[in-house]
């Protein structure tokens, strides 16, 4: 069951609108241009607007059409009606298109019709990295908490598989292997015998992952149970039983926040040859001045007290049409004592929908 909502927008002279007289024979027009495919159509409100004008249709009480005459000559006509499950659609998108040229030709407009979206008890939209819309084919929603931390899904999409979904924002799936396979530079580096620290890394995908490549030792330093507990459940083809077991001959996870672990290690003077962050994606922000981009140099100054003079940080970054972001994340790389350097890789990611950076960074040593 979902509350659909069409879209239409028209484009006239904008002279047609904000002209209040020549704006009623505009609004008599595209009435009578609607009631050719709403035939029991009827005005229930109108009112003048600072910008423009608006009215609002309803046919049969069932859909309703809010209609906003903009002075700017834009014209944006939501259509929207409640549909059930097994009910076919009261507005088709073919019927849109049909009322889009319709009105084009009736009001001498160019326009544009957009598919249904659907707001119901199952979210199929998320965000890019720049705030674009992306609808999912998700149809079922798995398991759905709140840890101390941070809410959690697991849902399924019929393309995609189970996806973790944490804070409304699409984690990983099931089919996004080339996402761990991108962080770890996978046939790149070179992980046999080595000892390996990550910081986050949740879902079990990349220690899974990094397990296959006979490493030393690996720990895994993971603050949020709940988590591991749901991606153990529900995510058994990206993380094996590494979140079931949680320690054996080459690996632990330790549940604790890494801030903790990395000032233990700095006291130890414990190295690793690679430090993984697999934490949250860094910020959208125009500016490196909040907490969370003071959370990330500190992770990032922490990290590489840990590291060996040969050793590595592999991290996520953003998506690449955020450069802003990367810029900022850059530019605290550029801050780092003693200095650094670094390069970028990029992946398209299925569930993010859009190409992702991953960032390589090591001691610079010249």
């Given amino acids: 069951m979902s509350a659909q909502t069409i879209l239409v927008g028209l484009s006239i002279d904008p002279n047609r609108i904000s002209d209040q007289f020549r704006r009623k024979d505009a609004v008599k027009l595209l009435e009578k241009g609607l009631l050719n495919f709403f035939p029991q159509l009827k005005l229930i409100f109108e009112t003048n607007t600072s ?185 058994k083809s990206i993380c094996g039983n590494v979140l079931e077991l949680r320690k054996g001959e080459h690996f632990e996870i330790i549940v604790e926040d890494c801030m903790i672990y990395l000032d233990k290690f700095i006291k130890e003077s414990k190295k690793f040859d690679y430090v993984f962050g697999d934490l949250t994606d860094i910020p959208i922000s125009d500016a490196p001045s909040n907490e969370i981009w003071n959370f990330f140099h500190s992770i990032l100054e922490h990290s590489f007290k840990i590291l060996k003079p040969t050793g590595k940080y592999l991290t996520h970054g953003n998506g690449i049409n955020s450069p802003h972001s990367l810029s900022m994340f850059e530019m605290q790389l550029e801050k780092l004592d003693p200095k650094v350097k670094f390069t970028r890789s990029t992946a398209f990611v299925p569930s993010f929908m859009e190409d992702w950076v991953f960032y390589q960074i090591a001691f610079d040593n010249i």
């Fill in 51 to 235: 910008d423009g004008y608006l009215c609002v249709f309803s046919q049969n009480d069932t859909i309703f059409l809010n209609v906003r005459f903009f002075n700017h000559g834009i014209i944006a006509i939501n259509i929207e009606y409640f549909k059930n499950d097994i009910e076919q659609p009261l507005v088709t998108f073919d019927l849109t298109r049909q009322v889009r040229n319709h009105l084009e030709k009736t009001l001498n407009a160019i326009g544009h019709a957009y598919p249904p979206i659907h707001r119901s008890q199952i979210r199929k939209y998320f965000l890019s990295s720049d705030d674009r819309i992306f609808e999912f084919d998700i149809d079922k929603v798995i398991f759905e908490g709140t840890s101390p931390f941070q809410k959690i899904q697991i849902v399924h999409s019929k393309s995609l598989g189970n996806i973790l979904v944490l804070d409304e924002l699409q984690n990983i799936a099931e089919s996004d292997l080339i996402y761990t396979e991108t962080l770890m530079q996978r046939g790149i580096e070179n992980y046999e015998g080595k000892e390996i620290c990550i910081l986050g890394g949740g879902d079990g995908a990349l220690l899974y992952e990094l397990l296959k490549e006979k490493p030393k030792y690996v720990i895994m330093l993971e603050i949020d149970e709940m988590v591991m507990q749901v991606c153990n459940k529900y995510m």
